[in-house]
């Protein structure tokens, strides 16, 4: 499973979003907006580094999903 970094990316975000150099997004986003509303004003505004950061969330939930099937259907074999 991939290494635990899930709090250190968060933090990542929370500042990219907050940086005085992204002084549109930070009008145009704010704490009540959702993924999709962030993902949506990345891909409107050509946001390549925030995008990229939405392809390491969609990397890392697969992985995620993968190991929660994996614990349930292999050692817990909830199934049965």
């Known amino acids: 499973m991939a290494k635990n970094s899930t709090g250190e990316e968060l933090q990542k975000f929370t500042e990219y979003i907050?940086?005085?150099s992204?002084?549109?997004a930070k009008r145009a986003l704010t704490p009540h907006s959702g993924l999709i509303q962030i993902r949506?004003?990345?891909e409107n505004g050509g946001i390549a580094d925030l995008l990229?950061?939405?392809?390491?969330?969609s990397a890392l939930t697969k992985k995620?999903?993968?190991?929660?099937?994996?614990?349930?259907?292999?050692e817990f074999k909830y199934f049965d």
């Not at 990229?52 to 969330?57: A, L, R, T, Y």
């Not at 995620?64 to 099937?69: F, R």
Request: no cysteine.
């Open 18 to 20: 907050r940086s005085d």
């Open 22 to 24: 992204n002084e549109d």
């Open 40 to 42: 949506k004003y990345a």
């Open 52 to 57: 990229e950061k939405f392809d390491e969330i």
């Open 64 to 74: 995620v999903k993968e190991e929660i099937h994996r614990l349930l259907v292999g």
